[in-house]
């Protein structure tokens, strides 16, 4: 599967991994890796969670030149010079990510709850996405085509933050969407790859774009991994945003 990349570059996706659901299905979830990362490892650390009802979808990103890492190619979602709110935003390569994920989602049963994590640049791309569904369509203008009902960002940083506020206050829709859209956002204080400062002034970024229903869980010591407390606690969240069932039925 393809995709029309910045300057044009059509960039090939690696392979996606299905986690299928071991109960009812009532949520499907995106879950977008780090960079230099697969879908691979995600998909069997998701698999193990006590989340019965959810379907977990772990794609892999094109391998692309990164920036930050001097133009060496890797798995990444967008290009990227800095890991913070403050850099250069890659806006084609995070629209082109983030119509990729829609796209992984359209084709979802009607009565099943959407959703879309990440962790680290697999974060930022999350964030994106939430911004593009409240705003309803993509930086390039195009629809957003799907509805989503919650979004989880692990030790990453929100995407475009200068121009969000602006973006989200251009209706009343977008308004209203971003005030009811659930996001969970998780960062160590011990993060030295995307700073904790960096979490917790993209939590205030979201905040004062009219994004009020987010939760930041901090986590003491915790670097640029993720523990079993803060998936244990990722567990609880969704179970009560999305109101999944208790047991395997």
Known sequence: MSSSGARGVRREYGRTYVVRPKGRH???IVWLHGIGDNGSSWSQLLDNLPLPNIKWICPTAPTRPVAAFGGFPCTAWFDVEDTSVDGRDDIEGLDASAAH???LLSSEPSDVRLGIGGFSMGAATALHSAACYAHGRFTNGAAYPISLSAVIGLSGWLPCSRTLRTKMESSQTAIRRAAALPILLSHGRADEVVTYRNGERSAEFLRMSGFSYLNLKTYNGLGHYTIPEEMDDVCK??????????SRG
């Open 26 to 28: 009532q949520a499907t």
């Open 237 to 246: 969240w969704l179970s009560a945003r999305l109101g999944l069932d208790r």
């Open 101 to 103: 994920v829609a796209n």
